[in-house]
């Protein structure tokens, strides 16, 4: 657990370096940052989207959890919960989008899996290190951009590297590459649409697409039991 402990300390201090100490940045400079970082949102999602192995498993998953978010209603859900963090922090706007946009970011990936894997099972912390610097960086960005919702995120990433780390034996022999693979793609691909929702080209319920997430490993391990297919 030292290891995601030490990546919720980073973003908590990024974020609240980038609301309270950075100076606030005029009407232009924020718009132009917001696009800069939105570019690097997508560019980022667009790596990670590339890892993609199974292009029809990929579509499903997208599919399914699409139907399965809109179901649930939980962009509406995050709405709610983003307008009782407005009253409770006094803030303008945003914070569901921060804190959606920041939780995949720093939970969507093979280095919270593999390195919220290696803390568990051989007590190597190195990767979540590294990864500790990353989103420490993203954040101060995020949340001098986004806003203070960012800081939020630091819950989902304790919840889910911590739960990995403490089930690290048992994830280690469930998650295959290809099923690790398959949730990156995936995750890729939300974060380019938060990417684009940043730059204002698209207006894409992201949130009502996470149960994809959970598909995308489901469904890899199905195709390859009973199809072959990686």
């Given at each position: 657990?030292?290891?995601t402990?030490?990546?919720?300390?980073?973003?908590?201090?990024?974020?609240?370096?980038?609301?309270?100490?950075?100076?606030?940045?005029?009407?232009?400079?924020?718009?132009?940052?917001?696009?800069?970082?939105?570019?690097?949102?997508?560019?980022?999602g667009?790596?990670?989207?590339?890892?993609?192995?199974?292009?029809?498993?990929?579509?499903?998953?997208?599919?399914?959890?699409?139907?399965?978010?809109?179901?649930l209603?939980?962009?509406s859900?995050?709405?709610?919960?983003?307008?009782?963090?407005?009253?409770?922090a006094?803030?303008?706007?945003g914070?569901?989008?921060?804190?959606?946009?920041?939780?995949?970011?720093?939970?969507?990936?093979?280095?919270?899996?593999?390195?919220?894997?290696?803390?568990?099972?051989q007590?190597?912390?190195?990767?979540l290190?590294?990864?500790?610097?990353?989103?420490?960086?993203?954040?101060?960005?995020?949340?001098?951009?986004?806003?203070?919702?960012?800081?939020a995120?630091?819950?989902?990433?304790?919840?889910?590297?911590?739960?990995?780390?403490?089930?690290?034996?048992?994830?280690?022999?469930?998650?295959?590459?290809?099923?690790?693979?398959?949730?990156?793609?995936?995750?890729?691909?939300?974060?380019?649409a938060?990417?684009?929702?940043?730059?204002?080209?698209?207006?894409?319920?992201?949130?009502?697409?996470?149960?994809a997430?959970?598909?995308?490993?489901?469904?890899?391990?199905?195709?390859?039991?009973?199809?072959?297919?990686?």
């Amino acid at each position: 657990m030292i290891g995601t402990l030490v990546n919720v300390l980073a973003i908590v201090l990024g974020s609240l370096g980038g609301r309270f100490v950075l100076p606030p940045m005029p009407g232009k400079v924020s718009e132009t940052v917001t696009a800069g970082v939105g570019l690097a949102v997508v560019l980022i999602g667009l790596t990670m989207a590339l890892e993609v192995e199974s292009v029809l498993v990929l579509i499903l998953s997208l599919a399914l959890g699409g139907a399965t978010g809109e179901v649930l209603g939980i962009d509406s859900g995050l709405e709610k919960m983003g307008g009782r963090l407005r009253g409770a922090a006094a803030e303008s706007s945003g914070l569901g989008e921060a804190f959606v946009t920041a939780t995949l970011i720093f939970c969507v990936g093979p280095m919270a899996i593999m390195g919220a894997i290696q803390s568990g099972v051989q007590g190597d912390h190195s990767t979540l290190f590294a990864k500790s610097m990353l989103d420490g960086v993203t954040s101060v960005v995020l949340a001098s951009t986004l806003g203070i919702g960012v800081i939020a995120s630091a819950v989902p990433v304790l919840l889910y590297q911590g739960g990995i780390a403490l089930a690290g034996a048992q994830l280690a022999a469930l998650l295959t590459a290809d099923m690790i693979a398959a949730l990156t793609a995936c995750g890729g691909v939300l974060i380019v649409a938060l990417g684009t929702n940043m730059l204002e080209i698209s207006s894409v319920r992201v949130a009502n697409l996470l149960p994809a997430l959970v598909y995308a490993p489901i469904l890899t391990g199905a195709a390859g039991v009973f199809f072959g297919v990686q």
